[in-house]
């Protein structure tokens, strides 16, 4: 009796631990796989490729004196508006006043021989006519005459030249703009042509870049093309070809162009690092193709396929689908038949992928 009590009580115990395990079910949970892909998309005859340069203003001009002197005045700033005609910088100019003087006193004293030499003349002439000085002493009398009158216009031009001299150590703005760069100062003694400033006096941007032979001749003159600057993110603006180079260069081994920036924009300024964007059209490609990445294809014994991607970013599905593919191109093959664009395809793992495997776009 007593042991039929504790049978059922074993039996009531085990009952509710079956049944309190069945209620807890364990759920697995499903780790997607993540996919990369691209979007299929047409390959017509349009091909961009980019280049890199430097900004640069139009006109640089190099500021520098035409006579040698220690520097007594000297107003030029970098980021400095100038005009035309204003006086940028002044020499001592002791040597060309000294020179200028001594032009001068040779000037007084050829004149004043000049004029000895007319009267001379006048007197010989006279006694030449009433026969009292020989013909001989005559054409001597004008000979000397024709040099002291030489010599006087020879003074003259040294004068001339003098005046330019001391003007040389005079330094003015040859065109409106703007200071780029100053490498001088007061008190500095400069030679003759040395650079003691740049002027930026162009208003439009250029872009200098070398090109290599295998796009120069799709380049021409008037060519549209497209400018962004390191500076000025998410921008591009509108630019032309304004010149092109028939010959290489030798140092770069590269055709060099000339890029002008038609947008006007106070943010582009000279010096700033640009990338020129230029579109290509091949015109022996005569329709436009569908072109897929080489590693988005694979190949089973049913012939070439690729995984086509469907669903949003989260939860999508591949799905395999055969195509005919046609020649390889440098952006991928080319698609005959199987692919619309616009959809999406997987471009890495094709190996592990199954057909219908549910994954997350990566």
Do not use: W
Not at 41 to 50: A, C, D, V
Not at 146 to 169: C, L, M, N, P
Not at 190 to 217: D, R
Request: with cysteine; glycine share 8%.
């Amino acid at each position: 009796m007593l042991s039929n009590r504790i049978f059922k009580i074993h039996t009531i115990v085990l009952v509710i631990l079956l049944s309190s395990c069945g209620e807890k079910e364990v759920k697995e949970e499903v780790v997607l796989r993540p996919v990369k892909y691209a979007e299929v998309g047409y390959l017509g005859g349009e091909k961009t490729r980019q280049f890199s340069g430097t900004a640069k203003t139009e006109k640089i001009v190099n500021l520098s004196f035409r006579s040698s002197g220690i520097i007594t005045k000297f107003d030029m700033k970098l980021g400095q508006d100038v005009k035309k005609g204003q006086l940028l910088g002044t020499l001592d100019n002791v040597a060309a006043r000294l020179n200028y003087e001594a032009s001068i006193e040779s000037k007084n004293s050829a004149e004043s021989q000049m004029n000895t030499a007319k009267l001379s003349l006048n007197r010989v002439r006279t006694l030449y006519e009433k026969g009292s000085a020989s013909l001989s002493d005559y054409e001597a009398a004008k000979n000397s005459y024709r040099t002291a009158v030489a010599s006087f216009e020879s003074s003259k031009r040294s004068v001339a030249i003098q005046q330019d001299q001391i003007r040389f150590g005079y330094l003015y703005a040859p065109e409106d703009g703007v200071i780029a760069s100053v490498s001088a100062e007061v008190d500095e003694n400069v030679s003759p042509g040395q650079i003691v400033g740049v002027l930026n006096a162009g208003t439009a941007i250029e872009i200098s870049l070398g090109l290599p032979e295998s796009v120069i001749n799709a380049v021409k003159k008037g060519m549209k093309v497209k400018v962004s600057f390191t500076a000025i993110e998410g921008e591009a603006f509108n630019a032309v070809i304004t010149e092109v180079a028939p010959a290489l260069d030798a140092n770069t081994s590269t055709y060099p162009i000339t890029v002008t920036v038609t947008d006007s924009d106070e943010r582009i300024k000279s010096g700033m690092a640009a990338d020129v964007l230029f579109e290509f059209v091949d015109e022996d490609l005569a329709k436009k193709m569908l072109v897929i990445p080489a590693n988005a294809v694979g190949e089973d014994a049913d012939g070439r396929f690729v995984f086509l991607v469907e669903g949003d970013k989260d939860k999508a599905t591949v799905k395999k689908q055969i195509i005919t593919i046609g020649n390889l191109t440098a952006d991928g093959f080319e698609v005959k038949s199987g692919l619309n664009a616009g959809q999406k395809i997987a471009t890495a793992g094709l190996q592990t992928l199954l057909d219908g495997q549910e994954v997350k776009l990566n």
